[in-house]
């Protein structure tokens, strides 16, 4: 029986060298946090980038429905601004492309079950998401995750979030070609990337291998790439039409065209130059216009196109930007049977209902991919646990998430798809609803989110009820509709881009505040998020069913023959649909039936006294804040060393710590330093020492002398003992509080040369 | 071994009320207490999952749906001191005080009746206790022990779920006779 080891010493070899001291940097930077050696927003930010984010009532308070209660969380340490330590949080797990393996569907079960609350979440970005999680599991929860090959790494924060791409890709009948390469290159690269450490605000990017599928989402986002071939010379080219300055949010931006065909070597190249431009123009004081959506609209999209094309000349080569190349055309997954049709094998219950529309044809003759139902994007352990066996009986490592918040398997031989489903079926998620308009896809809203106004979930649960109930009534036409709900006007639900969308809003109804849900119809998913939606009217939260029923029915007595839902919505316009949800937007009044006042599956009386503050846009933190932080973590780690009885190891760390501050303080003033020790110290003398800007008022030039003594002192290669490592500890204390006083300084604007004669005075 | 986050699992007769019907009820105990519970999560769109789950800081109460079989789940999060047995007992005793209350409720009562003869025990740490023979084994004097007080006999099984090692360590106690939750608290008063 193993009495002792901990997650690091269990899994210490299956983790990623690499992934494992990150994890183990972040684990140290918590302990600084707790001691309070790490400024609050840089912590927030810095957890953030590690995908761990706050949820509702994290600030210790909550409304009950009668009186806001103060939760009994310990409130001596804190996470962020206003957010308590001890309250339970979300985590994010970045999922590139959607791709999982079946070992790592048995993780993140496991995890569920220790950490969380037993569900595992898929997001509408292809993530995995947990909730109620401490922030004290989650070192291990990372390191976990690291063994089997996944990473939350900059899952939030101010950074590339996860890459996206259609899970169809390299099965897709209609693709161009296979862009799960160029997901899986770009996400690596931008991983952590230095270019892609200092945006304003988050930046999205989506792979999708054709113009007319919904798949990739392109035009939603930051950036989106759609594969494209070209004939040059008489061969075929591969490369992608760029499109950059999408997004959703309070006001949706469609993205522009940035190259209609980006050859694929470039891809990468121009990758980081619009994260050099971004990082560089965009706006980082005000977050609400800090995406570079933003910027491109103010520099128009040929300006911008100048700036990313000049910013690409100055690019050193990079060895990883065509590393990939080679091997994209290897077919990267293998089936683990022969590809055989279903011909007419027995077909279960339900049977066919399900392979209607829960399977697609592959390119690949004999194949199908068939889609995993989540409701509202949730699998139990159990679940996933079932399904790794599922996934291990039927196919091979093929397994992605969807935006749609679904599971999607991939290379299932046809003929097996009777007992595909049995399987499914049996763990209860053989639901044949998959691209219907059964299938709601939510944010998680006031369920777990701070910004959540209304409950987008608890909607989503009572539509998939109601609709489910009469699918097999609903016109054809209707069935293929999609609904996106989000909790508030942030989108994350993807409401803009549904035939029925909608997000949470407050009415004030005769004094008393009613959830309600604006209505947006007409927006288009196909062609990769074709067009958005037009704003209808907001209705009461509990008639929105009634609403659904509403429109669609009037949408099957009045549309022509074979007219889509967007152009029946832009034909009739807005005042008609208007007109016709005139009635649901009344409720009786609140003494009558108080039911209208409160939210779907939440009994208290409605009320915005929960709603705090979004981390969605990060923290804007500099360079040199990261800089100086993580000069404290290098200290603490000499501090360890030094426990563990190394001194001499301890006493380079502890040097190292302070070349980190000097180089957050050049950071400030020359974001580009490099990390050579050399060039530091350099700039850090002419910048900061000569200069006298890092000077104390009563002690000088002492404490950057510190530093310098220290080179020579750990240069000449003498014997230290734990004396001397401890004074050198003491010293880099002192060092790194003086960068700390001098960027301070600098950041108000008050720095300046010190006067001697204060010095001289002291000195006396 | 060193047990914690010890959860305890008692079992519901025939589910007679709707899984949805919970929410209004934790809720009411999150207003009738001062800040000891978070929120009320719901999954009752969830076959067999967590179904609807109140959640504190030191221990969460769920009506759990795992394996399609309800019942109240009480799991301890926070650490707990004192010896396994110790540990054993107190997370039972909760479980049993949270059954008892959730019978006493106004909305439910004459709706709802745990079994009182089957528990089933699980630790929420594969690190600590992984779902082995070895740890069964390890863990296995403190269980019956505890199961002999619970049942004031030695007409009981414990019975480890082996088939899959990938689940947490659980071990159910089973005996054929039948017990109210008010006694099982009365026979726990013994440790």
Redesign the interface.
């Known amino acids: ?3 002792s ?3 690091k010493e ?1 899994i210490a070899e299956k983790m990623p060298a690499e992934l494992a001291r990150e994890i183990d940097i972040f684990e140290q930077q918590m302990e600084l946090r707790k001691q309070g050696k790490i400024d609050e927003k840089v912590f927030a930010e810095t957890r953030l980038r590690r995908g761990i984010y706050g949820q ?2 994290d600030n210790g308070q ?1 409304h ?3 009186r806001i ?5 310990p409130a001596d340490v804190i996470k962020g601004p206003d957010t308590l330590w ?3 949080g979300m985590m994010r797990i970045k999922i590139p492309f959607g791709g999982l393996n079946p070992e790592q569907l ?1 993780v993140l ?2 995890l569920s ?2 950490y969380a ?3 595992s979440h898929v997001t509408t970005r292809q993530d995995i998401q947990y ?2 999680v ?1 922030i004290d599991d989650t070192p291990s929860l990372m390191r976990r995750l690291a063994a089997v090959g996944i990473t939350s790494r900059e899952a939030c924060g101010n950074v590339v979030r996860n890459v996206t791409a259609c899970p169809l890709a390299g099965i897709c009948r209609d693709e161009t070609f296979d862009t799960t390469p160029y997901a899986k290159a770009c996400s690596r690269f931008l991983l952590g990337h230095p270019d892609t450490q200092d945006f304003g605000r988050k930046f999205k990017i989506a792979f999708s291998g054709c113009q007319q599928h919904p798949c990739g989402l392109v035009t939603m986002h930051d950036m989106g790439a759609i594969a494209k071939t070209r004939v040059v010379d008489g061969k075929e080219k591969r490369g992608f039409a760029l499109y950059v300055g999408g997004g959703l949010g309070s006001v949706p931006y469609k993205a522009k065209l940035f190259d209609e065909f980006l050859p694929e070597e470039e891809l990468l190249p121009i990758s980081q130059a619009i994260s050099r431009v971004f990082a560089r123009l965009g706006e980082k004081r005000n977050r609400a216009r800090a995406r570079v959506k933003f910027l491109i609209a103010n520099l128009g999209i040929d300006e911008f196109r100048k700036l990313v094309l000049a910013e690409r000349q100055k690019l050193a080569n990079d060895p990883r930007w065509t590393a990939h190349l080679p091997s994209v055309n290897e077919q990267t997954e293998e089936p683990l049977k022969a590809g055989v049709s279903l011909n007419g094998g027995e077909r279960p219950d339900g049977f066919d209902a399900w392979y209607a529309t829960n399977t697609y044809k592959q390119k690949q003759p004999g194949y199908v991919a068939a889609t995993v139902t989540l ?2 994007g ?3 352990a ?2 996933l ?1 079932a399904l790794a066996d599922i996934a291990r009986r039927f196919v091979k490592d093929t397994i992605r998430t969807t935006v749609e918040q679904n599971i999607l398997f991939r290379w299932i031989s046809e003929a097996d798809l009777p007992e595909f489903y049995r399987a499914i079926k049996a ?3 053989g639901a044949p609803d998959a691209a219907t308009i059964v299938d709601v896809t939510a944010c998680p809203g006031t ?2 989110c701070k910004l959540g106004i209304a409950s987008s ?2 909607l989503a ?1 009572e539509l ?2 109601q609709l489910g109930e009469k699918s097999l009534q609903l016109d054809e036409a209707v069935k293929n509709l999609r609904i996106k709900v989000s909790g508030c006007f942030n989108s994350c639900g993807q409401h803009h881009i549904a035939d029925i969308g909608f997000y949470g809003i407050n009415r004030n109804v005769k004094g008393f505040q009613v959830p309600h849900f604006q209505v947006i119809l007409g927006g288009k998913f196909h062609d990769n998020a074709g067009e958005y939606g037009v704003p209808i009217g907001a209705v009461p939260s509990k008639r929105i069913p009634e609403a659904v029923l509403s429109i669609t029915e009037y949408y099957v007595r009045k549309r022509l023959k074979d007219e889509r839902f967007q152009d029946f919505v832009r034909r009739i316009g807005k005042k008609e649909i208007k007109d016709l949800l005139e009635d649901l937007t009344k409720i009786p009044d609140h003494d009558v039936d108080r039911a209208y006042y409160s939210d779907w ?4 009386e409605f009320t915005l006294a929960d709603m705090g503050i979004g981390e969605c846009a990060g923290e804007v933190v500099s360079q040199a804040e990261f800089t100086l932080a993580a000069s404290e973590r290098e200290l603490f780690e000499a501090q360890l060393l030094l426990d563990a009885g190394r001194p001499r190891d301890a006493a380079k760390t502890a040097y190292a710590s302070m070349v980190r501050a000097a180089q957050g303080l050049v950071k400030a003033q020359d974001p580009g330093i490099s990390e050579d020790e050399n060039q530091i110290l350099a700039e850090f003398t002419s910048r900061f020492y000569e200069t006298q800007l890092f000077w104390d008022k009563y002690a000088g030039g002492k404490f950057a002398e510190y530093m310098f003594k220290a080179k020579e002192f750990i240069g000449a290669g003498k014997a230290v003992d734990a004396d001397r490592a401890v004074q050198l500890l003491q010293e880099a204390q002192l060092f790194i509080d003086a960068a700390h006083d001098c960027h301070n300084k600098l950041r108000v604007g008050v720095a300046s040369a010190v006067k001697l004669d204060s010095i001289a005075q002291t000195s006396a | ?2 047990l914690q ?1 010890i959860n305890v699992k008692v079992f519901t007769a025939e589910p007679k009320v709707p899984l ?1 019907d919970f ?2 009820v934790f ?1 009411g105990w ?2 009738a207490t ?3 519970y ?13 179904g609807i ?1 109140l ?1 504190a ?1 030191d221990a ?1 109460v769920s009506i759990d749906e ?2 399609n079989r309800r019942g109240l789940l009480y799991s301890q ?1 926070s650490k707990m001191s004192g010896s396994n047995l110790e540990k054993l007992s107190t997370v039972l005793r909760s479980a049993l005080e949270n059954c008892q209350r959730l019978e006493q409720e106004p909305a439910l009562r004459g709706k709802l009746r745990f079994l009182g003869n089957q528990v089933e025990i699980l630790v ?4 600590v206790a992984p779902n082995t023979g ?2 069964f084994e ?1 863990i296995r004097p403190e269980i019956d022990f505890l199961a002999r007080r619970l049942y004031s006999t030695t007409n009981f099984t414990l019975l480890r779920n082996q088939q ?1 090692t ?1 689940l ?1 360590f659980n071990v159910t106690i089973s005996t054929p006779l039948s017990f109210e939750t008010k006694t099982l608290l009365n026979n726990l008063q013994a440790i």
């Open positions: 029986m193993e009495k080891l901990t997650w269990k509702r009532y909550r009950d429905g009668n209660q103060k939760l009994k969380l001890d309250a339970p048995e079960a496991e079950e220790e609350d037993g569900v909730h109620f401490h409701p509202l949730d699998a139990s159990d679940q646990r763990i209860g998620l369920d777990t979930r608890g649960r998939r009820y599956g939440d009994p208290r | 071994m060193e986050k949805t929410i209004d809720h999150i207003q001062d800040g000891v978070l929120d009320v999560a719901d999954y009752s769109h969830m076959q067999a999952g967590p789950v959640v800081d969460n795992t394996d999060k929420n740490d594969r690190l070895e740890a390890e899959d990938r947490r």
